[in-house]
């Protein structure tokens, strides 16, 4: 008030806050949005028409073979358009693609493990729910779609030959998510222990791992394995490829999450400890929610990766979305349709890895309203 | 020891590699008294400070923090720190938790207490400190000196026997010193036993029963402020407080 009435002295006239004035959007304002941003140089010129000349050259072709010619109803090859898409194999085989094998009467179990899943989505995004209820569910998540995918405790057990599809993908895309942060974290902090020995361990691991391609140690999950177990013995191929899918990916993300450890500042660690807090809570409520706040984009990148991953499991034979859509146009019936397929699949991909990614930017705008 | 005094150090001594830091340190402090340690920059305050709850580890001679002495025992170490409080130069206030949350933090996490408990020790603490108002925001919504009296708040949720000040007004604006020290006025008059780092030299003069002088790693003098300001003992602590008054 005091220095409202001095301001007042100075320049003979009150000063108030006042909201900004808003200019309402016009034509003319569009214009001039136009020249400034597309038309700005000659050269910037001369770039937007060659894209709008582009567009409409490959655009009208495009939509025109995807949709405005393309076949979507019918029941045999006879029934496609030549020169067009064919839609018909992929709501035929739609349930394959999304079940695989699974047997039909078990079919409710898919449907509810997806349900728990896809439950993440309104749990991740709320913001009333305590962090803690979500360590927990990402926790049990892995734990629920193995007993309901896979078998076990109550539930009859399903063989791994008949899980496929997208049901396969998802199984082993969320298990691996889940289950590869803790353990990623694990060794982010292992590589920067005091202990020696813990230390040399986890970053020769770490190193290890990161130089080799995974592909080479799903080949050596389903081959070179068995070699070295007493015959009789045989683990899962589902188990096996969750393993390497899990502790490799893990090593990816060790490494993002040491960078974030290492940009806490130090004081921090100290401000804790001087307390009397312990190295493990320090770490638990003080360091960790901080890194992993600081690495939100990489490790979403990440994540996304590791869920594209899954697609290489094909070679071991099981056939997850991709192999089971790329199988059903190998069919003597629909052999000769090559693009279909990939676009089914890139589509399906794009939705699962969008939906990440857009997870990844609310966490982002979430945590940027706590930082100032 | 005596039961009165709450802090010794004996003979303490610690390097930085080849870099001998401390050298030969001893000193007692009695329950209640408010000692400033000042010294020119690179002598040694803050090490000697952070060694007293092993921020820091001394290398030879002991250090004894009511009673318990401090060694390897990691159980002993966090005893010690739950008897000492410390506030830093740079607040070190947790940036993902409210004000409220900072300060419960301890109470929580290293006694196990519940969160309403927690809270209401919290809010005691923080309108002592003549923040509860602000107890919702996140510490970079505040100004350092409201986030350094949110940190002293923090120390003392713990009830400790001893605070440490590591120059707990060094980085901040001038117009905020005033507030912090304030508070510091208050906890010295209240027979809290304070150690403090500092370049405030009127809160030294005017509050601290013994100023330590370092200079190069050792306690060159220890008198109480009268003495240490009319009539300092050494050479080196004149032209250090000729040169810090003088502005």
Redesign the interface.
């Known amino acids: 008030m005091n220095h409202q009435a001095s301001i007042e002295k100075i320049t003979g006239k009150p000063i108030e806050a006042r909201a900004k004035k808003s200019i309402p959007l016009s034509f003319s304002r569009v214009v001039v949005w136009i020249k400034r941003n597309l038309f700005n140089t000659w050269l910037d010129s001369l770039v937007t028409l060659a894209i709008i000349a582009l567009l409409c050259l490959l655009l009208p072709k495009a939509l025109d073979w995807l949709f405005f010619s393309a076949t979507f109803s019918g029941t045999s090859r006879a029934d496609c358009t030549p020169g067009a898409a064919c839609w018909i194999p992929i709501r035929q085989y739609m349930d394959y693609y999304i079940y695989g094998p699974f047997p039909e009467s078990e079919q409710w179990r898919v449907n509810s493990a997806f349900a728990v899943g896809l439950f993440a989505f309104p749990l991740l995004f709320s913001q009333r729910i305590p962090q803690k209820w979500i360590v927990v569910y990402i926790l049990v998540l892995p734990v629920v779609l193995w007993l309901l995918l896979k078998g076990g405790f109550i539930f009859e057990d399903i063989s791994t030959s008949a899980l496929g599809g997208l049901t396969l993908t998802f199984f082993l895309g969320i298990i691996a998510m889940c289950l590869s942060l803790p353990v990623a974290i694990l060794l982010a902090l292992g590589r920067r222990s005091q202990l020696p020995i813990l230390r040399w361990a986890c970053t020769g691991y770490i190193e290890i791992i990161r130089s080799v391609p995974v592909i080479t140690f799903l080949f050596m999950a389903s081959l070179v394995l068995q070699l070295f177990l007493p015959s009789g013995v045989s683990i899962d191929v589902l188990f096996r490829v969750l393993f390497v899918l899990i502790f490799v990916s893990a090593v990816y993300k060790a490494e993002i999450i040491r960078g974030a450890i290492q940009a806490v ?1 130090k ?2 660690i ?9 190295y493990w ?1 320090t770490m638990a ?2 360091v960790m ?2 890194a992993l ?1 600081n690495s939100v984009p990489a490790l979403i990148t990440n994540f996304i990766g590791l869920f594209k991953e899954t697609t290489l499991v094909m070679i071991l034979g099981l056939l997850e979305v991709m192999g089971a859509i790329n199988a059903t146009f190998h069919n003597a019936e629909w052999l000769g349709l090559h693009a279909e397929g990939p676009i089914v699949i890139s589509a399906f991909f794009f939705i699962a890895c969008f939906s990440i990614a857009q997870y990844g930017a609310h966490l982002e705008r979430r945590i940027k309203r ?3 | 020891m005596s039961e009165q005094t709450v802090v010794k150090l004996d003979q303490v001594n610690k390097w930085y590699g080849k870099y001998h830091a401390l050298r030969d340190i001893d000193l007692a402090v009695a329950k209640g008294e408010t000692i400033v340690i000042c010294g020119p920059s690179g002598s040694g305050k803050s090490t000697l400070i952070r060694c007293l ?1 092993n ?1 820091e580890q001394h290398d030879e001679g002991g250090i004894t923090i009511c009673d318990i002495t401090i060694s390897d025992n ?1 159980k002993d170490i ?2 010690i ?2 008897h ?3 506030v ?1 130069q ?1 607040f ?5 938790m409210t004000v409220l949350d900072n300060c419960t ?2 109470l929580r ?2 006694l196990g207490m519940s969160v309403v408990q927690a809270n209401e020790v919290a809010r005691d603490l923080l309108n002592k400190v003549k923040i509860g108002d602000q107890e919702q925001k ?1 510490p ?2 505040l100004s350092g000196g409201q986030q350094q009296r949110v ?1 002293i708040a ?2 003392l949720t ?1 009830s400790p026997d001893i605070m440490l000040f590591d120059e707990p007004t060094s980085a901040l604006d001038p117009e905020m010193i005033s507030e912090v020290l304030e508070i510091m006025r208050s906890l010295s008059k209240d027979g809290m036993t304070m150690i403090c780092v500092t370049h405030e030299m009127g809160f030294a003069k005017e509050f601290a029963d013994r100023i330590v002088f370092m200079e190069a790693g050792s306690v060159i003098e220890i008198s109480p402020p009268e003495e240490f300001f009319v009539k300092p003992k050494t050479e080196r602590a004149k032209v250090f407080l000729d040169q810090i008054l003088a502005h």
């Open positions: 500042p004081g921090q100290e401000a804790s400890y001087a307390m009397g807090c312990g809570k409520y003080v929610p901080q706040r706590t930082k100032h | 709850n921020l990691v966090e005893k720190r739950r000492t409080g410390m830093f740079h070190n206030l947790f940036p993902h933090f301890g996490h290293v996140y970079g919504q940190a923090r120390a713990m």
